[in-house]
């Protein structure tokens, strides 16, 4: 039975404790107070938690809750929860069901087993988490019950932050205070915060479950460590935008209906490049909110997948040599009454106040590159960047040609000129004409201009959203900072908001470059413009610590320099555990499963050829055949024992920095050799005497 508009329509949003729910709940004066709260206007009192608790209490146990948690994101880069029940004894043997507003503000998880990067030692376990308002609560239905999801911070006992969400929250405050700053001075007065907006595209593959269940690299790691080519790939584009199987398609319905249901605004659905991957797209909305949800989704994907036998990868590189997963962080900021100040405007006036937050981000970016890099840095994302629709490792910003003609012809002092043709004509009279946006989407840029907003390449596809929109709000409020202590010493605040749009361009414009971000050209000329470049995230982890990067975080309250040095700690040990994991994964499947495999199949092959001389039939083939066996087994095992020595020097270094590095340089590349050399006796190996399903398998099979 198929869902009407009206089915929509009333699902929507149901188990979320929204503004519709709160106006309908709340006393009108407290749900004002709270709408206040919510929009950083005043503090959240006491008697205002005690109030929606009780409410919020109340709808979730008619909904079937039985449960609730304050649910955070800790330095794991996944979300955390611990489940407390509403009951409470009643002192006769009964219970009655509660829930205070302290408990609603505050939760007290451990906090000893999160990484810390040496915050805290490990005795001292206590930590304490703390309601976002901002981001809605919501109720999560599942095979384990109806639960109370409560988004909160995450703080150690001495008060830092041990999560993702604080400096984002922070970075967001920053920057509305400097755009709030910058729109007075050029005579706002009707705008009272700013606020950045994300649409997060999610990509993602899909495989039958009982291929993942013989897969130990997926189980473990999420990616396979081995694999031979298919002989079809992605490379006819046949599955782009292509016809989405019936199996697939059931699991997008109803993973649609479930998102919906959580007041997540799934919008887009389709077949992405390579086989068996997808990407969905949500409405564009606030970011904080709209982070909280993109974990949703990769959860929930999780979850519907494995009701259709399916299993969800969101590993940036499930499978080498076909089209990897990112999420394309599409960003802009707006006003609370509207106004996109990345959109371009109809007239002069309107294009200066788009100019001027334009070339804000354009110096943002080329100052610090090195953390836009940083804000994409995982060792799984490695794998990725560089081809197949990954933006390069280099960073740069694509404007389009029309925006930067204008930019040009004002750091020249001609006029802005106009705008290119708007439409274009198709040539059928059938056809009507097609209007054309100022710029185009270009792939292989890992920051693009389109339109009104500007899309983020880079990120890996299970990643959080949080750390690469706390470095861009971060950025482009230092920038407007700067912006507004010029204009606000200015006599003539038109004249020096176009001397800072030709100054930044003049200055910065090394940054912008609208040709093939895969080009060799692209990578000399970006050498020759002095353009960082970090091929592997273990290069650009350190740049957290360099001064400028802590005085940009302290000097907007973002970070301090003791949880910018834990983060560092904790991306360097994140990587070595990440590829240390793999390392060994890859150890145990060639020993325990490749090797005894392919043996049987030389043993097969060695009998066969036996058999054949003693009949006095010629044998020469399956010897050529055993011997190509024997020595491809022999490069193999060499390099297998080579990755086990390299492992256990890794292990043997202390300093982390150093270990790490290590790492980078001699364990992952040999676990590439080891692949290599994997792969080729899969091609050589009898099909049946194989013991892992193969790439034709698992990427054209569902």
């Not at 925006?403 to 708007?422: A, M, V």
Request: net charge negative.
């Amino acid at each position: 039975m198929k869902n009407t508009d009206a089915d929509i329509i009333k699902i929507f949003g149901m188990n979320v404790f929204g503004d519709a729910v709160m106006r309908q709940r709340l006393p009108k004066n407290i749900y004002q107070e709270l709408k206040e709260v919510i929009k950083c206007r005043r503090p959240l009192s006491e008697n205002m938690a005690e109030i929606v608790a009780n409410a919020m209490k109340d709808w979730a146990i008619e909904k079937g809750a039985t449960h609730y948690t304050h649910w955070f994101q800790p330095l794991t880069g996944i979300t955390a929860e611990k489940h407390e029940s509403f009951i409470s004894p009643n002192g006769d043997g009964s219970v009655i069901m509660e829930f205070s507003g302290k408990e609603l503000i505050q939760g007290e998880p451990d906090a000893s087993s999160f990484p810390n990067g040496g915050l805290r030692a490990t005795f001292e376990a206590r930590g304490y988490t703390v309601w976002d308002v901002t981001s809605p609560a919501f109720i999560k239905d599942d095979e384990n019950g109806k639960t109370l999801y409560i988004p909160t911070a995450f703080y150690s006992f001495t008060g830092e932050a041990l999560d993702k969400k604080t400096p984002l929250l922070r970075s967001i405050d920053a920057l509305s205070r400097q755009v709030i700053r910058v729109l007075r001075i050029m005579g706002n007065t009707a705008s009272r915060y700013a606020i950045p907006n994300v649409g997060p595209e999610q990509e993602y593959f899909l495989i039958d479950e009982s291929y993942y269940n013989r897969r130990l690299d997926l189980q473990m790691t999420g990616r396979t460590l081995f694999g031979a080519a298919a002989p079809k790939g992605h490379e006819l584009d046949d599955h782009y935008f292509g016809s989405i199987k019936e199996r697939v398609s059931r699991f997008m319905n109803d993973l649609d209906m479930e998102l919906w249901k959580l007041g997540v605004s799934a919008k887009t659905k389709h077949n992405e490049v390579a086989p068996n991957q997808y990407e969905l797209a949500v409405v564009y909305g606030d970011c904080n909110v709209t982070i909280d949800q993109n974990h949703l989704v990769m959860d929930v994907m999780k979850r519907v997948a494995r009701q259709y036998q399916l299993v969800c990868l969101l590993h940036e590189k499930p499978f080498a040599r076909v089209n990897g997963s990112g999420k394309h962080n599409n960003w802009s900021v707006s006003t609370d009454d509207g106004i996109n100040l990345l959109s371009p405007g109809k007239t002069p006036g309107e294009d200066a106040s788009f100019l001027l937050f334009l070339s804000a981000v354009i110096k943002a970016i080329d100052l610090h590159a090195d953390l836009l890099r940083l804000a994409s840095a995982t060792p799984g994302n490695d794998h990725r960047l560089g081809g197949n629709e990954a933006p390069p490792s280099i960073i740069s910003v694509y404007l389009g040609n029309t925006l930067t003609d204008i930019l040009e012809n004002i750091s020249n002092g001609k006029p802005n000129g106009k705008r290119r043709d708007p439409v274009f004509k198709p040539g059928v009279s059938a056809l009507p004409d097609i209007s054309r946006d100022d710029t185009d989407r270009n792939r292989t840029s890992p920051f693009a201009f389109t339109a009104n907003k500007f899309e983020f390449r880079m990120i890996s596809s299970q990643a959080s959203l949080a750390r690469p929109n706390m470095i861009l709000n971060t950025i482009v409020a230092d920038q407007l900072a700067k912006f507004a202590d010029r204009l606000e010493q200015a006599k003539d605040v038109n004249g020096e908001i176009s001397a800072i749009i030709r100054d930044v361009y003049r200055e910065h414009k090394r940054i912008i470059f609208n040709g093939d971000g895969y080009s060799r050209e692209w990578q000399e000329e970006a050498k020759h413009r002095g353009l960082p470049f970090f091929a592997k995230s273990v290069d650009v982890f350190p740049v957290l610590m360099e001064e400028k990067n802590i005085e940009l975080f302290e000097r907007h309250g973002v970070l301090s320099h003791a949880e910018l040095k834990a983060r560092t700690h904790i991306l360097l040990e994140n990587y070595t555990l990440k590829n240390m994991i793999e390392a060994a994964t890859m150890i145990s499947m060639a020993e325990r499963e490749i090797r005894p495999a392919f043996i049987r199949y030389q043993e097969k092959l060695a009998a066969a050829a036996l058999r054949i001389q003693e009949v006095g039939a010629d044998n020469s083939l399956h010897r050529e055949l055993l011997d190509e066996s024997i020595a491809a087994l022999k490069e193999f095992q060499q390099v297998l024992q080579e990755l086990k020595a390299v492992t256990a020097r890794a292990q043997s270094i202390r300093d982390c920095a150093e270990q790490a590095r290590f790492v980078g340089d001699r364990v992952s590349v040999c676990m590439e050799t080891l692949r290599e050399k994997t792969d080729m006796l899969e091609t050589l190996c009898n099909a049946a005497d194989w013991p892992i399903p193969t790439y034709a398998e698992m990427l054209f099979k569902i």
